[in-house]
């Protein structure tokens, strides 16, 4: 009887492990699991997250279609739209990515013979209709033309493997797409009058504004405070953050506006512009966020509401993202051995970075004075400060340098901007063994 009941407990505690951080329908994980990683998810919520998190726009269409016209501007003239339309070649050239899984084996085949032609919108159209775009949702009628467009959580916080070739792939969601140029792609729009109205500027400085981002940046506190500049007159804009390994991690931005949930909620209201319903009465104060109260951005009522009965499994799916590993190889596991040394010893790299979540326990925020950067974003957000960015999958995240804005070109810049603030005195072999225990992690 005892061993009936030991076998039975065997088979539930395999049938439970075989659910966490599921990024299919059901997985089973035959890795070591750490304890940050042994999440008991839902695997039907989690499934309805994936869905939502690649696929929901939350009717953001009225904005980006409606109101934007990116729609006519992905058609072009040739296709009922306006100017020269997006072509699957402009499209990656401005960090679009395909899932090379939603692509029947016929398309495949005559992608690799050259029987596709990369430089014609319609081509476009035709991975759209597949939902073969990653993070844009296209919609067509029954006679086949496209409607609207959309997009999705996919769009900045999803890459694609380049399995198939560059741009092109399995999914990768939670990468931040750091290859994504979302300012040139806003600024196809006929349309950025409403724009410039919006944030009192005039036309000529939004297009200046949007195609200064860069790849993998995007200014999100822009629609609350209409700051485009930074203080030294440069272009403000931060670096897409990743959506994966934020297990035990309780702010979710490089400001600690909020969780994950508060986070979902306020991307999708205010920065995807969806039709939900959101709550913040922090940004009812005209002199930090003019534009958020101005338009009543803090108190957001729609109906029906598209987004808040999708959070629960939004937030899910984000949690079954574990960070990725590092691959075999990439770096010097000698040196990152004595590199871990460095950092939980003399290096006070751990006083912040907590292992196992590499981040703060609890409030995870700083001030500016103690990290030994300037305040201007930070001074942004409600709480006037930086959170500990959680260091796991570092590796997959390295593209437009380090820090909320990439201000560190480099892992190097990073060290030697703490040794020299903090006088920790490294010499040069510490700071390459830090670098690759960071690489490791």
Not at 267 to 274: F, P, R, S, T, Y
Not at 295 to 308: A, H, K, W, Y
Not at 383 to 404: D, E, I, N, V
């Amino acid at each position: 009887m005892k061993k009936n009941i030991l076998a039975l407990g065997v088979l539930i505690a395999v049938f439970f492990l075989s659910l966490v951080g599921c990024n299919d329908d059901i997985e089973i994980r035959t890795e070591t699991i750490t304890a940050v990683d042994t999440l008991f998810l839902d695997p039907v919520l989690v499934s309805q997250g994936r869905e939502t998190f690649r696929y929901n726009t939350f009717g953001d269409e009225a904005f980006w279609s409606g109101v934007l016209h990116i729609d006519k501007a992905i058609l072009g003239e040739s296709n009922g739209g306006y100017g020269a339309g997006v072509s699957p070649a402009t499209a990656l050239s401005v960090g679009l990515k395909v899932d090379s899984e939603a692509l029947p084996e016929e398309v495949v085949s005559a992608i690799q013979a050259g029987q596709i032609d990369l430089q014609d919108p319609a081509s476009t159209l035709a991975l759209l209709k597949l939902d073969a775009v990653v993070g844009v949702k296209g919609n067509f009628n029954e006679a086949g033309d496209m409607t609207s467009v959309g997009i999705t959580c996919a769009l900045c916080h999803s890459t694609v493997d380049d399995s198939f070739t560059e741009g092109i792939g399995k999914r990768l969601d939670g990468y931040p797409n750091r290859d994504l140029n979302v300012g040139v792609i806003i600024s196809l729009t006929d349309n950025a009058k409403f724009l410039a109205d919006l944030l009192h500027v005039d036309v000529p400085t939004v297009d200046a504004v949007l195609k200064g981002w860069g790849p993998g940046k995007f200014n999100a506190g822009l629609m609350v405070d209409g700051k485009a500049l930074k203080p030294d007159g440069t272009i403000a804009a931060n670096l897409l953050p990743a959506a994966y390994g934020l297990q035990g991690v309780n702010l979710a931005t490089y400001t600690g506006w909020g969780d994950m949930v508060y986070w979902n909620a306020f991307v999708a209201n205010l920065e995807m512009h969806g039709k939900g319903n959101f709550t913040d009465a922090r940004l009812n104060d005209p002199v930090r966020f003019p534009i958020a109260a101005e338009n009543n951005f803090g108190n957001v009522v729609n109906d029906p509401d598209l987004i808040t009965p999708e959070l629960a499994a939004l937030q899910a799916y984000q949690l079954s993202l574990d960070a990725p590993k590092p691959p075999v190889g990439s770096y010097d596991s000698q040196a990152a051995e004595r590199g871990k040394v460095l950092f939980n010893g003399v290096a006070e790299c751990a006083t912040c970075h907590i292992s196992p979540i590499f981040t703060d326990a609890g409030y995870n925020l700083h001030s500016a004075e103690e990290i030994g950067i300037d305040d201007f974003e930070a001074m942004r957000s409600p709480t006037g400060q930086y959170r500990t960015t959680p260091l796991r999958g570092l590796f997959a995240r390295m593209k437009g340098g380090f820090y909320h804005d990439g201000r560190f070109e480099t892992l190097d810049d990073v060290i030697n901007h703490y040794d020299s603030h903090f006088n920790l005195g490294l010499s040069n072999q510490d700071k390459n063994d830090l670098i690759e225990y960071l690489k490791s992690i």
